[in-house]
């Protein structure tokens, strides 16, 4: 790239698969992936490399591009490939651009800027094959043959004269059905569709569910709007997932976007530290409550640090396994009661066996039953305590509406710090004459 | 169902989508399931009924029907799916199902129960759609015509004559170009294909990085054994995500196998318990060599939980950013280094903001500057070292071969609970005649 032997890149460039280009781009600093932008020979093939960057890639690319490549980059772009890119751009430049390009487009591109972008409008391409109901097989075949516009056709769907989604068929059945049988008498007519508004993680769902390619999306009256395929799904499907595991770390998915600046990164995650923060202060102001029986019985400090731990471990898994069942629809309210009664005879046969070890762990060091006694017990309800928190505040924050992603880890872990401390001091001074 | 209502609910049960009837069985224990099975009109519907069950209620399911029955349902379901409940069946009931199903049925799911269940040959499906390249386009679609078995047809893959995978068509080329063209004039001649041993979760980049519908699978000689679709993507992919979430929260995929049975549950989530077990020893033991600082500065107690915690929340998040990031190749080892820096500059943001803060409340609460000095002090130090530790600890699980998820969340905390300890207590001992 820096020796400019640009010719032989060029023609090297056009035998590479788009994505492949993109994963190429990982590699180089915002300067060269310009110079290495402009220099793919048709601008078909950069607009498809340039929608296969991730999207943070791409805006901050799309600032350092002339206005006029960019332009024409939008211009050959699916219009929902645009729209994304559009409302990741800075406000001046977008409208600039949406002035820009070409009326059809535009049109296109508006109208879906227009939906929520976490909705099924937000993800679905306006590019649909739809054919009106009276056509015959033979003009549907016609009208197949000459739409290179298309790319993937899997479905032909039928429309009535106002555009209403009436019926659906594949191509398979078009191939199979005489040529003057007209659409309407072949055509399924219980077609799976979504509404513009529905949420994307639901049209995920139903297309797993369903095991199908692609939904189409209708507007309230029933008007085809637009189509999502399962490409669209994939990404979805990943998306969510990465922002289900970075919620549960205390942090969120918009740190991706904002890559090595630290500032950024550090303002989203602080939230939850300051939470943890407050968490570990009044843990620590219990602890100084019952400083008098730490002065009178020292050796109790040893055992702190494992009964917190191990209830911060407890409640993190339970409220994992409880995120992930909500998730992937394994777990709905109806079931929270037998989930609740599992997670803690589950917590009491691991606090029984953690509270046996570090039992006698504990009269072996310190040379004291009582201590023992004391530590294995508050293990045991430490451990079952966790895991019934776990169960309880990951159902509390999804019933309310809160992201139960959230209240995994960092805070489950808080709240068992402080419940930990609680049943271990309290059992210690319920002992204490025996501990001296 | 239990009012016996048969016949009605037969009527309903034949008009409702196999997905949304296995969805019900859900709500049903497996006695109700067994019922609502056998009443399924037609076998075939049973037979897709029974495949969109969960892999773990299909096992359980398996095991409760009449041998003939579940015999006539593996005969009637696709050549994959039986393959994969024949695998989780017990080895007895698996064999005699194998011997009795019909010999076509039986050589085809031999052939895919010799390979690995992660790989490509495991999650194939044998039945794909294949022509000799010597065929015509007319004859093409004839064949078409006649191939009711295969469902899902989107591509014509096209062969020589020893079966060698030798090009690809899609349905919309077939319809447009003349009836007479032979089939290796038209094809595309370089498929993507992925040999039987590849991993599932590289064969899900593929599909999910060029946006395909399908890919072939071919043997190490080039011969086309099968094909992957994309609906089996979106399965790998959601399990994966599944699968990591669960082993970061230090338990395993396994655990949904087991369900309500808490005794194997809780010997899933024992391992990593007690490894933090043993961490939380370890930690109270050098709480303990401590305990003089401690006896002569009692106010100490009272930011413990606060350091651990706040240490070991940065921790776990860094290792997360970085498992993930490893999951979906946003980072490979050539960044290691930067990702590090960038950790390590986040980790001294924050960890100056929370060492403020618990500098001020620290000199408020006990009317002690020094203390304030310790406690901030070590608050900077134990955060950014846990930022540093969760890159490290997360990329050396990687290079060695250990899932890095596991290294997460327990494994992190743990080592990040040991180093906050230290550092504080040496703080501490430093300033100790400031403190007393």
Redesign the interface.
């Given at each position: 790239l820096r020796r400019g032997a640009t010719n032989n890149l060029k023609k090297a460039l056009g035998k590479i698969?788009p994505?492949d280009i993109a994963?190429l781009f990982?590699?180089f600093d915002l300067k060269d992936q310009k110079k290495l932008l402009v220099l793919v020979p048709d601008m078909e093939q950069a607009a498809d490399v340039f929608s296969e960057l991730?999207s943070d890639s791409q805006a901050k690319l799309a600032e350092q591009l002339e206005k006029d490549f960019l332009i024409s980059l939008v211009e050959m772009m699916a219009d929902d490939d645009s729209a994304e890119l559009i409302r990741s751009l800075p406000e001046e430049l977008a409208e600039d651009i949406l002035a820009a390009i070409h009326d059809d487009h535009s049109d296109d591109v508006e109208q879906l800027l227009g939906y929520d972008e976490d909705t099924a409008g937000g993800i679905m391409s306006t590019d649909v094959f739809a054919l009106g109901q009276d056509l015959t097989v033979k003009q549907a075949?016609e009208a197949?043959?000459d739409s290179e516009d298309y790319e993937?056709?899997?479905y032909v769907y039928v429309v009535d004269e106002h555009n209403h989604l009436v019926g659906v068929l594949s191509?398979?059945q078009l191939?199979?059905v005489p040529p003057a049988t007209s659409l309407a008498d072949v055509m399924t007519s219980d077609v799976l569709r979504v509404r513009t508004d529905m949420d994307q993680e639901e049209v995920a769902e139903l297309?797993?569910?369903?095991?199908i390619?692609a939904i189409p999306v209708v507007d309230e009256h029933g008007k085809l709007m637009g189509l999502i395929t399962?490409?669209d799904?994939?990404?979805v499907?990943?998306d969510e997932?990465?922002e289900?595991?970075?919620r549960?770390?205390?942090?969120s998915e918009e740190?991706?976007l904002y890559g090595?600046k630290?500032?950024h990164?550090?303002r989203l995650?602080?939230p939850?530290?300051?939470t943890?923060?407050v968490?570990?202060?009044v843990?620590?102001?219990l602890?100084?409550y019952f400083?008098a029986t730490?002065?009178q019985v020292?050796?109790l400090?040893?055992?702190?640090?494992?009964?917190?731990?191990?209830g911060?471990?407890?409640g993190?898994?339970t409220?994992?396994?409880i995120?992930?069942g909500f998730a992937?629809g394994?777990i709905d309210f109806?079931m929270i009661r037998?989930v609740f009664f599992?997670e803690l005879?589950?917590g009491l046969?691991?606090g029984t066996?953690?509270g046996l070890?570090?039992a006698a762990?504990a009269m072996i060091w310190h040379q004291n039953i009582y201590l023992g006694l004391v530590v294995g017990l508050a293990m045991v309800m430490a451990i079952s305590v966790a895991a019934c928190m776990g169960v309880l505040v990951t159902a509390f924050f999804k019933k309310v509406g809160i992201d139960p992603a959230i209240a995994s880890?960092?805070f489950v872990?808080?709240v068992n710090?402080i419940t930990g401390?609680l049943i271990y001091f309290s059992t210690a001074t319920l002992f204490l004459h025996h501990l001296i």
């Open positions: 698969h994505a994963h990982r590699y991730e075949i197949l043959q993937m056709v899997f191509l398979r191939l199979t297309v797993a569910k369903y095991n390619l399962v490409d799904v994939i990404d499907m990943r997932a990465t289900d595991i970075l549960m770390a205390g942090t740190e991706l090595y630290s500032f990164v550090a995650r602080l939850w530290l300051l943890t923060l968490g570990g202060v843990t620590g102001t602890m100084w400083k730490l002065e020292i050796m400090i040893s055992f702190i640090p494992v009964i917190t731990g191990m911060g471990n407890v993190g898994q409220s994992t396994i995120v992930r992937t394994r109806s037998q599992k005879r589950v046969i691991m066996t953690c070890v570090i762990v880890s960092p872990q808080t710090d401390i």
